[in-house]
């Protein structure tokens, strides 16, 4: 994250040049065996004497593997740029769910944003990042509300780069590192240390708890928490995951998903006894009715989960999916391991429960 300190990109708005002499450049641009502009993107004389006046060459994002290069030629004038924007975050296209960055203008850019696309409905206008065009649609209308999208071929984690860049971009001041630390490996090994520890110390606490107030219940309730857990620290390991505190917090947090959908089925079977109902009926029953506030709990904490992983940056990732697989064998370990103990259990007929 460093590179991005004090980075700012140059965001431009041109119109492309769709002349006969202009679509003869791009052509011969696109079909050369030598790079058509130099280094510091100024164009090689070749074709610098072929451009039209008032017009420079731009060189398009790199498309799929394989494309050939593309190339705009677009108008000098910058009636907008980057300096006026107020805001830019990533997005994802409805239709395909590529990255997009969405953009925002300030009161005056958006007013000259929608004079100037208004002026010019029917012309391509080229998005221009750095000197490269990412995108260049047509202009169908006039654009008003002062906000767009980049659109490009994004990675999640560029677009989202982009995005801090852009923003960067529009700070009245630029951002200078005066003083840089580094942290050693012992203090994160030192906290993954207190969080293990925690979480062992809080899976103990809550097995104990159970067991007392929910006896031959809690029990039961304990043998599926344990076998969420060991499958949980599996799955982990066969994805390859690193063991950190969001991943550690994730964890607690799934198990205690687990635990409170055996809480509300252990009382609802104390329900049913209560109703002097056979202990054939109250199991099932139980289970039943306890069934449809499990399921909302989880699911909605999956949809928390899914907008964790899609716009956080990575530890928020590793605990997103940390808590995801967690959800999933909670609901398994549960649900149905605790079913299947319970009907086994009834095949020795027993009289009553012991909750």
Do not use: C
Not at 30 to 49: F, S, V
Not at 167 to 179: F, S
Not at 228 to 254: D, H, K, Q, R
Not at 319 to 348: K, N, Q
Request: no cysteine; net charge negative; proline share 5%.
């Amino acid at each position: 994250a460093e590179n991005l300190i004090g980075k700012t990109a140059l965001l431009e708005f041109r119109l492309v040049n769709d002349s006969s002499d202009a679509q003869a450049v791009m052509t011969k641009a696109e079909n050369m065996d030598a790079p058509p502009l130099n280094k510091d993107g100024t164009p090689t004389p070749e074709i610098a004497k072929l451009l039209p006046k008032g017009s420079g060459l731009f060189k398009a994002a790199p498309g799929p593997e394989g494309e050939r290069t593309r190339y705009y030629v677009l108008f000098d004038s910058v009636p907008v740029t980057g300096a006026f924007l107020e805001n830019a975050r990533v997005a994802t296209d409805q239709q395909f769910g590529t990255p997009n960055i969405d953009f925002t203008f300030n009161k005056e850019g958006g007013k000259i944003f929608e004079n100037f696309t208004g002026a010019n409905v029917g012309k391509y206008l080229a998005i221009v990042l750095d000197g490269v065009v990412h995108s260049a649609p047509v202009i169908k209308t006039r654009i008003g509300g002062g906000s767009g999208v980049i659109e490009g071929s994004f990675t999640m984690e560029e677009a989202r780069n982009l995005a801090i860049i852009l923003r960067a971009g529009a700070l009245p001041a630029p951002v200078n590192i005066i003083e840089k630390r580094v942290v050693g490996p012992e203090l994160g090994e030192d906290s993954i240390k207190k969080g293990v520890s925690a979480a062992g110390i809080g899976f103990i606490l809550v097995v104990i708890f159970m067991v007392v107030y929910y006896k031959a219940g809690g029990l039961v309730a304990d043998i599926a928490l344990a076998l969420n857990f060991v499958l949980l620290l599996a799955a982990m390991s066969y994805f390859g995951a690193t063991l950190t505190l969001p991943g550690i917090a994730g964890m607690i947090l799934s198990l205690a998903m687990a635990i409170d959908a055996n809480v509300l089925i252990l009382e609802r079977m104390r329900e049913e006894m209560a109703l002097s109902k056979p202990v054939a009926m109250i199991i099932p029953t139980a289970y039943d009715k306890a069934w449809s506030a499990i399921l909302d709990s989880n699911v909605t904490t999956w949809i928390a989960a899914i907008f964790l992983f899609q716009f956080g940056s990575g530890p928020v990732k590793g605990f997103a999916v940390t808590l995801t697989i967690g959800l999933l064998l909670g609901m398994f370990t549960s649900v149905f391991v605790t079913r299947v103990i319970y009907e086994f259990w009834l095949t020795s007929n027993p009289k009553e429960l012991s909750i």
